[in-house]
């Protein structure tokens, strides 16, 4: 009976070291990875940032592609080659409010670059649009405009250069597409800038250039994709599997794909828990004492004469 006990005991033994230390351990993993990430960190100027956003102490809290470069003024993040600043976070509107770095200062940078912004992650909120500056136009461009163009004062005398209000594709430049046609052919590059739909309506009313100076300043506001405000929602805090290459929810207890509330453990589920790793431990414990008995006999039976049989109680048994 010794032996069948120490046969089930050993089958059962690396069973009951899951369940009473890894599980928890891996319970509590997630719980610190749902409670770190559910709050809001600093960089820079800012205080009240949030996914997809992270820096080297918040791997687990990011999109790989959004790490911030933070100084003492201010918060940075490159996005599709372009190095984009924060100028606000809200963690309660989830509506983050960025600038194109090298138009804060002015409208004519060295050496800006035309890059499409990728709203994967962080989409436009409804309103935001394009507006398009021209460079290195021929000096021959006709200087009669129309309401929805404007003219810079970047190059020197041998060239020009304009800014077009709204998105080229807009129903408002219809009936002037081949006018807009004639700058890919007489201007040496353009680039593409999103801009806060307000401060596009002010400009194209009144196209100035201090008008476009505070349009660039201010910027143009994102929120977070569908994935993410789903797992929000349901009381997890966004998150990436960088070998999976996909979102994850954070959540208490797991990490879950989408959403804690469909796949989050209940109340039901966590008393049967709690119960489970009760008997666990009670049955480790009855188990361990068995064991003790059981020894101590056989240490008892070592002193028995070898020529007097044992008596049938005396037989060392544990069940």
Known sequence: MIILFLSLKNSLFYRIIWILFVIPYCVSSADE?????SQSFSCGDQTDLFYPFWIPSRVECGHPDFQLQCSERFAEVSISSVKFRILEANSTSRVIRLARSDYIGGFCPQHSINAQFNENVLPFVPGTDNLTIYYGCSPNFPRSFPLL???LDCGGDDEKSYYVTTNLSSPLLSEIGGFLNDFSGQCKRNVSIPASGPALITLQKNTTQDNLKKTLQEGFNVGLNHECLMCIASDGACGYNRISNESIC???HQTYSLTCRKKGFSAAAKAGMEIAFGLALLFLIVGWLCSIRCRKKA???????????PAKEDIITCS
């Open 149 to 151: 163009v404007g003219e």
């Open 33 to 37: 990875l749902h409670r770190r990430c």
């Open 250 to 252: 954070h959540c208490i």
């Open 299 to 309: 240490h008892e039976a070592q002193y028995t004469s070898k020529d007097i049989p």
